[in-house]
């Protein structure tokens, strides 16, 4: 691979091997995964809330209400079939996350994603918060009681035409009968104690740090304030295909910038960083 390495890249790769303790915390969304084949919300014309017509919803984010989800669960079933873990690959952003993690630079990893491509990729546990949940787990929406991830699985997976017309035909708790949900976290919804926690914890450092936006549009709060939370002492980047929250409104001198695409973002911070055979290797593209 032999490109002209745009500027932002360039003096984000000087400043990592200048600063070789230095650590690197990703805050990343839906665009790194849209080359997985995982469509993202808010893209004009391939986005999900583009796409959403079929399911006859009052509005877009009405999928991911708890409230309609109590009245109707048919969308947000209709909507996990295509976003279910297992039917998708990481891309090589993920992949360069991964990097990050092998040569000892990662710090953490905030993602609001929820189809897990994050573990797939090898990533381990202790590196990665999912701000907005994930399918690995469920609970009932009444009561609480947890259920393992097969609960909803098993009715996800029965044939579209058995979940469409009986109206019964959802996961629910044997206990009160609630409408049993993967721990995902719907508009109304509280975020996982982890993510605040470890945020708390990973902002309060004084050490030089570095922070990567990359895929996200910064609309979902609270996760979209992260960058605006970060300290001074921190550099800032974002790596998207538009530029988006704070990176916006108030942009600061130190910020760096690149706009376009995330996986071609990794393959040149790779390639600047004489990483770029180990992450053509991991993301199997030699
Ligand atoms: P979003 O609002 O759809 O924004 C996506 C952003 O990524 C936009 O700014 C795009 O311009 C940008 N983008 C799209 N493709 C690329 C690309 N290839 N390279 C670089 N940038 C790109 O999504 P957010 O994540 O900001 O919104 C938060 C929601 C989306 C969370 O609650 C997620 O649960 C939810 N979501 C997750 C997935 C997933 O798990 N893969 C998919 C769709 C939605």
């Known amino acids: 691979m032999s490109a002209e390495i745009p500027k932002a890249i360039k003096k984000l790769a000087k400043y990592l091997q200048d ?14 995964s849209t080359s997985s084949g995982i469509p993202d ?3 004009p014309e391939t986005g999900l809330y583009h796409n959403l017509s079929k399911l006859n919803l009052p509005y877009a984010e009405a999928v991911f ?11 947000f079933y209709t909507l996990a079939k295509e976003l279910y873990p297992g ?9 360069l996350m991964k990097l990050f993690e092998s040569k000892n630079r990662l710090k953490r990893i905030y993602t609001q994603n929820i189809d897990t491509l994050e573990r797939e990729a090898n990533i381990s546990d202790e590196f990665i918060i999912e701000a907005h949940g994930s399918f690995a787990s469920n609970h009932c929406i009444d009561c609480g009681k947890e259920f393992p991830k097969e609960a909803f699985q098993n009715k996800l997976l029965l044939n579209e035409q058995e979940t469409d017309e009986d109206g019964g035909n959802y996961a629910t708790c044997d206990g009160c009968g609630g409408l049993i949900k993967p721990k995902i976290v ?6 996982p104690t982890e993510f605040f926690d470890t945020w708390d914890l990973d902002s309060s450092t004084k ?3 570095v922070c990567i936006v990359c895929g996200t549009s910064l609309t979902v709060y609270p996760f979209a304030s992260l960058p605006m939370e970060a300290p001074n002492s921190w550099l800032r980047v974002l790596l998207n295909r538009e530029i988006v929250g704070d990176f916006k409104t108030s942009r600061q001198d130190t910020d760096l910038i690149f706009k376009g695409s995330a996986d071609y973002a990794a393959f040149l911070l790779a390639q600047e960083l004489c990483w770029l055979e180990d992450l053509e290797n991991l993301s199997g593209k030699q």
């Open 65 to 75: 209400d708890i409230e309609y989800f109590e009245q109707n669960p048919k969308p």
């Open 87 to 95: 039917n998708f690959k990481p891309s090589p952003f993920h992949y």
């Open 19 to 32: 600063n070789p303790d230095v650590k690197v915390i990703f805050m990343v969304g839906a665009g790194i």
């Open 41 to 43: 919300f808010r893209s």
């Open 186 to 191: 719907f508009f109304g919804e509280g975020l």
């Open 207 to 209: 050490e030089k740090t």
